[in-house]
């Protein structure tokens, strides 16, 4: 009864102790790899060589294991390659390696422990690296498509953008140095339009000034001096603005003439100097008609008896002993001309071409501005009666309406805006400077680099794309024939171990059963 219970028993085994199992055991000699090297150095030989037989070509490949040499065996004995003569030996030399392969693996055991060798390896290293490599891959390629969406996604953004500066400034982009320097032809024209939108806000400028002067009691008080003159005169020259008495159609003529006379004095030696100490200046009315110098007084008539100097024969320069002590050579006088050439440029410039007066300009803008928005917040909340109870109260800040007042700040809001946009300073820094138009091109130009890094960066994901589904078209064959593989030797083993027990179950436990 005992023994009929013992038979249904299964014997379970680990998969990567089979080999010791079987060893300890003594179902396997432990000089079982000795024996497998002859083995295997018959089946390296016998694969050198050709086939005959072509529907089993597909079996003879390596690595070759105890079930696939039977089969390929027996394929052989149904073939006209497995006759054999009277003594009982195949007549075929490639029919008889095959015998000695399969004799050889069922000597001692042989077949089970190299099977057992080959589930380890599977089982233990193999397998989980083919799993591993295309685990890897398959995250590679689907990181790579992800990132590669991100990239395309950001060119967009990057010529978006790039679009859109270019549309701010006014060009094109597709020329963008050359359309960034045409930029500056268009100044002039703006320039007029500003100054005619200027010139219509002196009714902001009456209300501003007129409110100030009521509160602060003094009539005399000036506000938004340059605004004033810019809408009285327009864009003017600075030096109009500098100098409001001077009429400029006569800031070119001269004022003044200096006349010199020269007079004649003689050193110890003899030598006679000319000298010019006194001077004076003849103030001319510009209501008078100028009257020509008498002839006498030309600069061309003069005699300054340069021809009458006797310098003797024997004079000592002193060439020797000269101390020139510190003369100036001129260095300065060369530096007070280009200071005074500096500063005409600068009084020719228009009111808006000059920088420290357009600061102005704007400045006393974003004053007004200001004034006109706090007021009008203030008379939509009727607090304009407390002024109008105020005795001598000017008529135009009584009458004043809020609709008006909007009108005045949008008026003002006109000029302003178009003086303080990006455009305008792009404008105004590449008219004035050629570094910055180099800056500025290389900035725009930036976007579009980096659209173009990021298409590299696209091309070298697609690569990495093309390199993880070579990698798992190359492993994943390989994880399948590793797992039929190691599925065929388990049941290989089972069944034998089986057999040498008397039919009980035999199950090789582990890993190998989640492959």
């Known amino acids: 009864m005992s023994g009929s219970v013992e038979q249904y028993i299964p014997i379970d085994i680990k998969d990567v102790k089979l080999l010791d199992w079987l060893v300890d055991r003594t179902i396997v000699n432990r000089l079982w790899n000795e024996e497998c090297t002859e083995l295997r150095n018959l089946i390296k030989q016998v694969l050198s060589e050709e086939c005959p037989l072509e529907d089993i070509r597909g079996e003879v490949v390596e ?33 008889a390696t095959w015998s000695r392969i399969v004799k050889l693996f069922e000597h001692d055991g042989t077949f089970l422990a190299d099977c057992a060798k080959n589930i380890t390896q599977n089982v233990k290293y193999d397998v989980p690296l083919y799993k591993k490599q295309i685990a890897r891959a398959t995250q590679v390629k689907q990181d790579s498509l992800k990132k590669q969406a991100d990239c395309s996604n950001n060119i967009a953004k990057y010529e978006q953008k790039y679009r859109e500066r270019c549309a701010e400034i006014g060009i094109v982009g597709d020329h963008v140095k050359a359309e960034l320097a045409g930029l500056v032809l268009d100044i002039p024209d703006m320039m007029v339009e500003i100054s005619r939108d200027i010139g219509r806000i002196q009714p902001a400028i009456s209300y501003y000034q007129s409110f100030v002067r009521f509160l602060l009691a003094n009539p005399e008080l000036e506000v938004c001096p340059l605004l004033t003159h ?36 003689q050193d110890k030696n003899g030598c006679v100097f000319v000298t010019t100490d006194t001077q004076e200046h003849v103030e001319t009315d510009p209501e008078v008609p100028s009257q020509p110098l008498p002839p006498e007084t030309k600069s061309s008539d003069i005699d300054f ?20 002590g510190d003369i100036d050579f001129g260095d300065e006088t060369e530096l007070q001309i280009d200071l005074l050439e500096a500063g005409e440029e600068k009084k020719n410039e228009s009111l808006l071409d000059h920088t420290a007066t357009r600061n102005q300009i704007v400045d006393e803008l974003y004053e ?20 109008s109870e105020i ?42 400077s050629e570094k910055y138009l180099d800056r500025l091109s290389d900035n725009l130009q930036g976007q579009l680099r980096l659209s173009d890094k990021m298409q590299d960066t696209i091309s070298e994901l697609k690569d990495r794309v093309a390199e993880a589904e070579r990698t798992y078209e190359e492993v994943e064959p390989k994880l399948r024939r590793a797992v039929a593989v190691t599925k065929e030797l388990k049941g290989c083993v089972e069944q034998h171990l089986s057999t040498r027990y008397k039919g009980r179950p035999v199950r090789i436990m582990g890993d190998i059963n989640t492959l």
């Open 63 to 95: 690595p070759i294991f105890y079930p696939a040499s039977l089969r390929i065996l027996e394929a052989l004995e149904q073939s006209p390659f497995g006759s054999k003569n009277m003594i009982g030996q195949y007549t075929h030399q490639y029919t």
């Open 305 to 324: 008896g340069i021809d009458t100097i006797d310098f003797g024969t024997d004079i000592d320069f002193g060439e020797e002993t000269a101390d020139f």
């Open 368 to 387: 007004l501005a200001a004034f006109l928005s706090a007021r009008s917040e203030e008379m939509g909340r009727n607090t304009e009666s407390i002024l």
């Open 391 to 432: 005795p001598d109260c000017p008529p135009e800040i009584q009458t004043a309406q809020v609709e008006g007042i909007t009108k005045m700040l949008a008026l003002v809001d006109g000029p302003l805006n178009r003086l303080t946009c990006d455009r305008m300073r792009h404008l105004l820094l590449l008219k004035n």
């Open 230 to 265: 810019f809408v009285k005169y327009g864009n003017t020259p600075v030096s109009q603005w500098e100098n409001p008495t001077t009429p400029m159609e006569s800031s070119d003529s001269e004022s003044s003439v200096e006349v010199i006379d020269p007079i004649e004095t």
